[in-house]
């Protein structure tokens, strides 16, 4: 005999649709999600190759695989029955349409309808995403698959620019863009590492396989390890503190002989003297500056400067590039608009 609401008619029942992260290992579901399968009348799923069927099937869970249309889910819900929709990757976008249809003809008394997501996506899950997605690239684009870390490495340098303008420019929409590009770079060049030692013209070795995984391991165990204060027993209150501690953990894993060491001399100018005035510095070094004998000294006075007064010279030097940008192109139109000149000719005439 059928259910039969308070009012005396046929309890419609309930219809829960059952969502899944790809990006969370199959079986691993919330407990509402087991308790609503455990007391389902049916367990419906489309999708024969769904990766959670196995371990459905393996908690004693009996999933029928079928795709009914809205009437017929419907119906199967009469009596006050309960049934659950394992939802395929694409939500099923056809079932809710039909029963959104349903519900506004009007013609029938709906189920109760209940969206329950079964697992969640972790903070950081759609890098699982991105990594999948490199792979297929890297097998299957005819350019992709031909790149080298060597041929990639400019556009590192030039993501990494975009990325300063962006910040620069306070534009947040671009900064998130911007941001995606230089993660495309680690990731290709992760990519690629994972392929294997590439062997070089001599016959040796270019060096182990690594994996995005080994490029986060090794980030992980960095942090932590520079980090004292937060993981460790160390204790810091100040920014200066924390750089303190950092620069000496960092120094006990490099061994180095100079402070000059690991400061990439391929750098711009200006960010290479400032860097190496701030290692100086941080050091209690009082290095005299070189006499000033040309361009070059000049600037590296300014640079020096520049850092001791707290200044990145860079950032400084491309504002009043900007600055020189903006006359230009006023001078520009200026003289677009006067048809000969410049301003100042016109103004002394």
């Known amino acids: 005999m059928n259910a039969t609401s308070p009012e005396g008619t046929p309890d419609p029942g309930r219809i829960v649709l059952l969502t899944t992260s790809h990006r969370v290992a199959p079986g ?19 999708d024969g190759a ?19 249309a809205a009437e017929e889910l419907v119906d199967a819900c009469a009596g006050g029955r309960t049934v659950v929709v394992v939802a395929t990757g694409e939500g099923e976008p056809a079932l809710t349409d039909g029963l959104a249809r349903l519900a506004g003809s009007g013609r029938i008394r709906m189920p109760d309808l209940e969206l329950l997501p079964a697992s969640y996506d972790l903070p950081g899950a759609r890098l699982l995403d991105l990594v999948q997605v490199m792979d297929r690239i890297r097998r299957e684009c005819p350019w992709s ?15 990494a620019y975009e990325l300063v303008e962006a910040i620069e420019d306070g534009d947040r929409d671009e900064l ?5 590009d230089v993660l495309l770079q680690v990731v290709f060049h992760a990519r690629i590492a994972e392929e294997g030692a590439r062997a070089r013209t001599d016959g040796e070795d270019d060096g182990a396989a690594f994996s995005i995984d080994d490029v986060a391991a090794g980030i992980v165990a960095k ?16 920014p200066e503190e924390v750089k303190e501690h ?63 007064q707290g200044v990145d010279p860079e950032a400084a030097l491309r504002a009043a590039a900007r600055t020189y940008r903006d006359a230009i192109r006023e001078e520009e139109a200026a003289r677009a608009a006067g048809g000969n000149g410049t301003r100042g000719e016109k103004g002394s005439r």
Do not use: N
Not at 33 to 39: E, R, T, V
Not at 176 to 180: A, I, K, P, T, V
């Open 145 to 159: 698959s031909q790149q080298t870390h060597e041929g990639l490495a400019k556009y590192a340098v030039e993501e």
């Open 28 to 46: 691993l579901l919330s407990w509402p999600a087991w308790q609503a399968l455990h007391a389902a009348d049916s367990v419906l799923c489309a």
């Open 176 to 180: 998130r863009e911007e941001l995606g």
């Open 223 to 238: 942090l932590i390890h520079r980090h004292p204060h937060v993981f460790g027993d160390e204790t810091a209150t100040t």
């Open 50 to 68: 769904h990766p959670q069927l196995p371990y459905l099937r393996e908690a004693g869970i009996a999933v029928a695989e079928a795709a009914p």
């Open 246 to 308: 950092w620069l000496r953990t960092k120094a006990q894993e490099k061994r180095r002989t100079s402070m000059t060491e690991g400061i990439p001399l391929h750098q711009p100018g200006l960010a290479l003297v400032a860097k190496l005035a701030s290692r100086a510095r941080t050091a209690g070094l009082d290095v005299p500056l070189p006499p000033t004998e040309g361009i070059g000294y000049d600037l590296l006075v300014l640079a020096t400067r520049a850092e001791a």
